[in-house]
């Protein structure tokens, strides 16, 4: 258990829709990420935030937001979903901006 | 930005046997990690290693920063150690991940 939760693990939901995930840090990481993993491929940075401010932005699409709060949890906000866009999103925290980074379990999104 | 190649890309071991897999990096990084991810999808860490050499029981590492390259050592693997191992590299704000090695061990 690497202490990053991430929430929910699995969602299926239909094209033009919009979904919220969460995740939590680990206790004392103030720096979150976001990752994108379609099938098969490589992890793809979206975007870090580091004590509640943006620090660094990927190939985020605009149909993207995501935010971190006062209480260092984070959430990625999907909008108007494509099939395209299914995948694996991954957050992880670290202690520093770029320290030892730790990656929760995933949420799986499949867009029909 | 910062790129990152993994060698090789795919790799099919007999049980036993040992490895060696590569991360070459194209600018000076802060910081390098290697991770496993196993079949069910989750991201192990395996090293966090921005110079110098480290072990972990059959496993070690090693990264030359000077040189931009960091080795991943597997000895006497098992069909556990299968997966993709990444490594990823940190500039100043951002980790990178290579592309990976897809490693299939065989009983």
Known sequence: D???????????????????????????????????????????????????????????????????????????????????????????????VTGELFFGEGSRLTVL | GIQVEQSPPDLILQEGANSTLRCNFSDSVNNLQWFHQNPWGQLINLFYIPSGTKQNGRLSATTVATERYSLLYISSSQTTD??????????????????????????
């Not at chain 1, 793809?44 to 985020?60: D, T, V």
């Open chain 2, 82 to 107: 299968s997966g993709v191992y990444f490594c990823a590299v940190a500039g100043t704000y951002k980790y990178i991940f290579g592309t990976g090695t897809r490693l299939k061990v065989l009983a």
């Open chain 1, 2 to 96: 690497s202490g990053v939760t991430q929430t929910p693990k699995h969602l299926i939901t239909a094209t033009g829709q919009r979904v919220t995930l969460r995740c939590s840090p680990r206790s004392g990481d103030l720096s979150v990420y976001w990752y994108q993993q379609s099938l098969d491929q490589g992890l793809q940075f979206l975007i870090q935030y580091y004590n509640g401010e943006e620090r660094a932005k990927g190939n985020i699409l605009e149909r993207f937001s995501a935010q971190q709060f006062p209480d260092l949890h984070s959430e990625l906000n999907l909008s108007s979903l494509e099939l395209g866009d299914s995948a694996l999103y991954f957050c992880a925290s670290s202690m520093t």
